[in-house]
C-alpha cells in the first residue's frame, strides 16, 4: 500500500484514469487532503462509495508520528517518528514576514560535511514524499495555522533524494494542495552537479541555494567531501548554466568558520569567484554542537568578511540565528536522541 500524501495530482489523475474514472477526482482527493484536511477516505464525500473501497485497497494515510517539541522565542524545533522508528527533525521558524519551516529530506546523510552534525549519522534512507509533506502537515495542525515558506535544508541532501523532492515541491505548491507558492519554497544542496542542470530544466521556479562553504578547492576539500567529486570550478559552471536557463538569482550559503574559512584571503577568493554573477550570499554563523572541532566566526570575523564582499558590491546578508540554545542546528535533536 502507497501512502496517498505522497501522491502529485497529475499521478492521482493518472490513477483515476487507469480504474475508468474521471480525472477530476484527483483534484478532489487534493481538497479533502489539503483544503479540509481529511485525513480518512470513507469522508470524501463527494466521492462514490466503489471508488472509496478500491481507493481504500490502494492507498493509505497514516501520518508519521511527532515525538517531541522543543521551544524558543520565535522557533520551534519539532523530532518525528516515522512509521518504521527512524527518526528525523523539521523547524519552524517565526520570522517577520511569516511562519517559515525547515524540512529533512533523508534519514541521516552521505555526503559527509566535516562540520555538520546531520553527517555523523550516515544514511539509512531516503524519505518518501509523504514523509516530507506530513512533516509541513503536522506542523499546521500543531500550530494551527498555515505556513508560508519551505526550506528543504533538514537532515539530508535533497539531490541524493531527487524523484521524491520533486514530487513533494509539486504537492506542496500546487494550488489544490498546501499552494506555497514556487518562489516560497527554497532547495539546498552540498552541489551534485548533474542534478543541478536536470532542476534547471524543469522551470519550476523554485528557489535554489548552493552550500558554497569555501572559495577554494583547497579550502573546500578540507570540510565537504563532495568537492573532491564535484570541484568549485565544475560547480561554478553550473550554477552560471542554471541563471543564464531559469534567470533566477541562486542563494550561496556560506558558513562561517573560524580561522577555517572566514580569513581575509577566502573573502578575496569568493570576490573572484562570484563576482558578476547573479547570486545573492547568504553569511551562516555556524551552529556549534559539542561532537565536532569546529568553532564559529565571532562578530568581529563575520562583519569583516562581510564588509570585504559589501565593498565589492556583492549582494551580501548574515543570517539571523535561530534557535541554537534548543539544539536546533542541523541534525542535532536527531543525533542526540540515538
Ligand atoms: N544537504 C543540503 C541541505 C541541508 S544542510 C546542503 O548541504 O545544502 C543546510 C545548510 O546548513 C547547509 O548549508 C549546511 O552546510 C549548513 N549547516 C550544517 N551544519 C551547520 C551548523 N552546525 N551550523 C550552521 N550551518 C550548518
Given at each position: 500500500?502507497?501512502?496517498l500524501?505522497?501522491?502529485?495530482?497529475?499521478?492521482?489523475?493518472?490513477?483515476?484514469?487507469?480504474?475508468?474514472?474521471?480525472?477530476?477526482?484527483?483534484?478532489?482527493?487534493?481538497?479533502?487532503?489539503?483544503?479540509?484536511?481529511?485525513?480518512?477516505?470513507?469522508?470524501?464525500?463527494?466521492?462514490?462509495?466503489?471508488?472509496?473501497?478500491?481507493?481504500?485497497?490502494?492507498?493509505?494515510?497514516?501520518?508519521?508520528?511527532?515525538?517531541?517539541?522543543?521551544?524558543?522565542?520565535?522557533?520551534k524545533?519539532?523530532?518525528?517518528?516515522?512509521?518504521?522508528?527512524?527518526?528525523?527533525?523539521?523547524?519552524?521558524?517565526?520570522?517577520?514576514?511569516?511562519?517559515?519551516?525547515c524540512?529533512?529530506?533523508?534519514?541521516?546523510?552521505n555526503?559527509?560535511?566535516?562540520?555538520?552534525?546531520?553527517?555523523?549519522?550516515?544514511?539509512?534512507?531516503?524519505?518518501?514524499?509523504?514523509?516530507?509533506?506530513?512533516?509541513?502537515?503536522?506542523?499546521?495542525?500543531?500550530?494551527?495555522?498555515k505556513?508560508?515558506?519551505?526550506?528543504?535544508?533538514?537532515?539530508?541532501?535533497?539531490?541524493?533524494?531527487?524523484?521524491?523532492?520533486?514530487?513533494?515541491?509539486?504537492?506542496?505548491?500546487?494550488?489544490?494542495?498546501?499552494?506555497?507558492?514556487?518562489?516560497?519554497?527554497?532547495?539546498?544542496?552540498?552541489?551534485?552537479?548533474?542534478?543541478?542542470?536536470?532542476?534547471?530544466?524543469?522551470?519550476?521556479?523554485?528557489?535554489?541555494?548552493?552550500?558554497?562553504?569555501?572559495?577554494?578547492?583547497?579550502?573546500?576539500?578540507?570540510?565537504?567531501?563532495?568537492?573532491?567529486?564535484?570541484?568549485?570550478?565544475?560547480?561554478?559552471?553550473?550554477?552560471?548554466?542554471?541563471?543564464?536557463?531559469?534567470?533566477r538569482?541562486?542563494?550561496?550559503?556560506?558558513?562561517?568558520?573560524?580561522?577555517?574559512?572566514?580569513?581575509?584571503?577566502?573573502?578575496?577568493?569568493?570576490i573572484?569567484?562570484?563576482?558578476?554573477?547573479?547570486?545573492?550570499?547568504?553569511?551562516?554563523?555556524?551552529?556549534?554542537?559539542?561532537?565536532?572541532?569546529?568553532?564559529?566566526?565571532?562578530?568581529?570575523?563575520?562583519?569583516?568578511?562581510?564588509?570585504?564582499?559589501?565593498?565589492?558590491?556583492?549582494?551580501?546578508?548574515?543570517?539571523?540565528?535561530?534557535?541554537?540554545n534548543?539544539?536546533?542546528?542541523?541534525?542535532?535533536?536527531?543525533?542526540?536522541?540515538?
Amino acid at each position: 500500500m502507497k501512502n496517498l500524501y505522497g501522491f502529485t495530482k497529475d499521478e492521482l489523475e493518472h490513477y483515476f484514469v487507469s480504474i475508468g474514472e474521471k480525472k477530476y477526482k484527483a483534484t478532489q482527493v487534493f481538497e479533502w487532503l489539503y483544503i479540509h484536511n481529511e485525513q480518512n477516505i470513507w469522508n470524501f464525500s463527494n466521492i462514490k462509495k466503489d471508488v472509496l473501497i478500491k481507493m481504500l485497497t490502494e492507498f493509505t494515510t497514516d501520518f508519521i508520528k511527532i515525538e517531541k517539541v522543543l521551544k524558543g522565542p520565535d522557533v520551534k524545533k519539532f523530532l518525528f517518528r516515522l512509521l518504521d522508528g527512524e527518526k528525523i527533525e523539521a523547524v519552524l521558524m517565526e520570522h517577520n514576514y511569516g511562519l517559515s519551516v525547515c524540512v529533512s529530506s533523508q534519514v541521516g546523510c552521505n555526503m559527509g560535511c566535516r562540520f555538520c552534525e546531520s553527517g555523523r549519522l550516515k544514511k539509512v534512507r531516503n524519505l518518501d514524499a509523504y514523509e516530507i509533506v506530513e512533516q509541513i502537515l503536522l506542523i499546521q495542525n500543531y500550530i494551527k495555522k498555515k505556513v508560508n515558506s519551505v526550506v528543504i535544508m533538514g537532515i539530508g541532501e535533497p539531490f541524493d533524494n531527487y524523484d521524491n523532492i520533486i514530487k513533494f515541491i509539486k504537492i506542496i505548491n500546487d494550488a489544490k494542495g498546501l499552494a506555497i507558492g514556487a518562489r516560497h519554497i527554497t532547495v539546498s544542496t552540498c552541489g551534485l552537479i548533474p542534478k543541478i542542470y536536470e532542476f534547471s530544466n524543469l522551470d519550476l521556479q523554485v528557489n535554489l541555494a548552493i552550500s558554497l562553504h569555501g572559495a577554494t578547492d583547497e579550502v573546500r576539500n578540507k570540510i565537504m567531501p563532495v568537492n573532491k567529486v564535484y570541484n568549485i570550478d565544475k560547480l561554478i559552471i553550473a550554477i552560471r548554466d542554471y541563471i543564464a536557463k531559469t534567470n533566477r538569482r541562486v542563494t550561496i550559503e556560506y558558513v562561517m568558520l573560524n580561522m577555517v574559512n572566514d580569513r581575509k584571503s577566502d573573502a578575496l577568493a569568493l570576490i573572484r569567484l562570484l563576482k558578476g554573477m547573479n547570486v545573492y550570499v547568504n553569511l551562516i554563523p555556524y551552529n556549534e554542537t559539542e561532537n565536532i572541532g569546529f568553532s564559529k566566526s565571532n562578530k568581529e570575523r563575520i562583519d569583516q568578511f562581510y564588509n570585504c564582499l559589501k565593498s565589492e558590491g556583492l549582494n551580501v546578508t548574515v543570517r539571523r540565528e535561530f534557535g541554537g540554545n534548543i539544539k536546533a542546528a542541523c541534525g542535532q535533536l536527531r543525533s542526540e536522541s540515538e
